[in-house]
Nanobody, 126 residues
Framework: QVQLVESGGGLVQAGGSLRLSCATS????????MGWFRQPPGKEREFVAG????????SYTDSVKGRFTISRDNAKNTVSLQLNSLKPEDTAVYYC???????????????????WGQGTQVTVSS
């Protein structure tokens, strides 16, 4: 079992930046592919970004490519998401997730992740 706690959300103006962090504890962090998802108001939870166990590979949904960057520190058991050039449509609750089902491919389906944080709110004003 692994526990995840997100932090770093907040209110920011369009064009601004935020850095989300996810601290983990429990089982070996490097065993897990890590992902960030978000759930906008009234919408389904959606994949934002994912990173491989060693950090050498990452994947992004098209709407955030070039603006968001996912990274991980296996020594500190943390995964981060840098959000730049934020837009009002980025407003959502952001969730950190951990999965160990996939051997190497970074999953984009929430069903492939077994452990979730409680979420952190990101609000972007226009």
């Amino acid at each position: 079992q692994v526990q995840l706690v997100e932090s770093g959300g907040g209110l920011v103006q369009a064009g601004g930046s935020l850095r989300l962090s996810c601290a983990t504890s429990g089982r070996t962090f490097s065993n897990y592919i890590m992902g960030w998802f978000r759930q906008p108001p009234g919408k389904e939870r959606e994949f934002v970004a994912g990173i491989s166990r060693g950090g050498g590979s990452s994947s992004y949904t098209d709407s955030v490519k070039g603006r968001f960057t996912i990274s991980r520190d296996n020594a500190k058991n943390t995964v981060s998401l840098q959000l730049n050039s934020l837009k009002p449509e980025d407003t959502a609750v952001y969730y950190c997730a951990a999965g160990d089902r996939s051997s190497w491919k970074i999953p984009r389906s929430a069903h492939e992740y077994d452990h979730w944080g409680q979420g952190t709110q990101v609000t972007v004003s226009s």
